[in-house]
């Protein structure tokens, strides 16, 4: 099948043009829009350069004009397209100063040696350029695979890298003097579509991203930052397994704090606790804010003995919360109830009641202090 080398540029600027307006538009609804006005501006560019290459090519605009300038827009184009997916994939933003180095570094050369007159050595700068800048953008996009785990994530790094692989093997073609006008419409077909799939995996990375937030927003006490009972209740295992612990904690005489200090003091107390908390816990195990003064702890992972003292050290880090308001201190207390599992039966709904009901068992043996109970869930 021959590929008709003029139509198949003009659907490959017709698809930059739609790739830009399609980020562009994204940008301006995304809750996290860093890196995509870069690579709307980027797919602007090439769209730009590809048009004066096209004319240029028809004898319609002076040679030195099309040439020099079709280069550096092609060359500044794929420059930002990789500082664009640096920002999106959430790592330091690429100083203006590389951008001008790599682009103007092409013209800068192109002016004094003035090789860009020459079509081969033209492509052969700009694919260089090209295949270097996306794959140095599939690199940024799969590098934070780990931390943002997204279904877009690695779909986008695989089209960037397919692009960036299409631009090195017609590199090599121009090296070896054997590219053809039936290889460059092929390449550009492939390109084409490379680029309408890397817009639609910006957009999609973009509503993941927003309904990943959206997610953590409804599972997060919005006053403390931990997560809140709807949270908790996801996170736990139907029925906890033998070795774990899990606990129920109650800021003592909370109504009176709110009553006689405000409840602005009232939140401050809750923010301090759940940060003494917090700091007392390992990355594993998990804590939530059950409602008003009420917390939740699991240990996934805790002997009856290792439980019992991580209790008391979150029961210690409350009591040496230092809060005053007016010039007076503030007491903060909390009292603990502890279940230890060391039989296998029951669900997280019994064990919890058991660590209710030691959580009342401290309540009444003065407060400020850990009750562990052991007995089996029913």
């Known amino acids: 099948m021959q590929l008709d080398l003029p139509t198949i540029l003009l659907l490959y600027k017709t698809a930059l043009v739609a790739g830009a307006l399609s980020i562009f538009h994204v940008s301006r609804h995304s809750c996290r829009p860093q890196g995509l006005k870069p690579l709307a501006a980027a797919y602007l560019l090439l769209a730009v350069g590809a048009e004066l290459a096209g004319q240029g090519e028809y004898s319609m605009l002076p040679l030195w004009f099309w040439t020099h300038t079709s280069l550096l827009l092609g060359a500044l184009g794929y420059t930002l397209f990789w500082a664009g997916a640096r920002a999106l994939s959430g790592r330091r933003r690429v100083l203006p100063a590389v951008l001008i180095l790599v682009s103007g570094g092409w013209l800068v050369l192109g002016l004094v040696t003035q090789f860009p007159l020459d079509n081969l050595l033209r492509a052969g700068a ?8 996306l794959t140095a953008a599939a690199w940024e996009v799969w590098h934070d695979r780990r931390t943002e785990s997204l279904p877009s994530r690695p779909l986008l790094a695989g089209l960037l890298l397919a692009s960036a692989g299409t631009f090195a093997l017609q590199l090599l073609y121009i090296a070896t003097h054997t590219a053809s006008p039936q290889g460059f419409a092929l390449a550009f077909s492939v390109q084409m579509f490379c680029h309408f799939g890397v817009a639609l ?18 599972q997060t006490d919005t006053l403390t930052g931990v997560g809140n009972r709807r949270w908790a209740m996801s996170m736990l295992p139907a029925r906890l397994p033998v070795g774990s612990a899990i606990a129920q904690l109650d800021l003592d005489h909370f109504k009176h704090i709110n009553d006689r200090f405000g409840h602005a003091a009232g939140d401050r107390v809750l923010v301090a606790t759940a940060d003494a908390l917090r700091h007392q816990l390992r990355d594993s195990d998990l804590l939530a804010r059950m409602g008003g003064e009420e917390f939740l702890v699991y ?6 003995s290792a439980a019992s003292a991580i209790a008391q050290r979150l029961c210690g880090a409350v009591q040496h919360i230092r809060l005053s308001e007016l010039g007076e201190d503030i007491p903060v207390t909390v009292s603990i109830g502890l279940a230890c599992v060391t039989s296998a039966g029951g669900t997280w709904a019994d064990w919890l009641a058991a660590a209710d009901r030691a959580l009342y068992d401290a309540k009444r043996a003065g407060r400020n202090r850990v009750v562990t109970t052991h007995e089996r869930a029913t």
């Open 126 to 133: 700009f694919h260089l350029t090209a295949a270097v800048s």
């Open 201 to 218: 995996m910006v957009s999609s990375l973009s509503n993941e991203r927003a309904e990943v937030r959206l997610e953590k927003v409804a």
């Open 299 to 304: 240990l996934p992972d805790a002997s009856a």
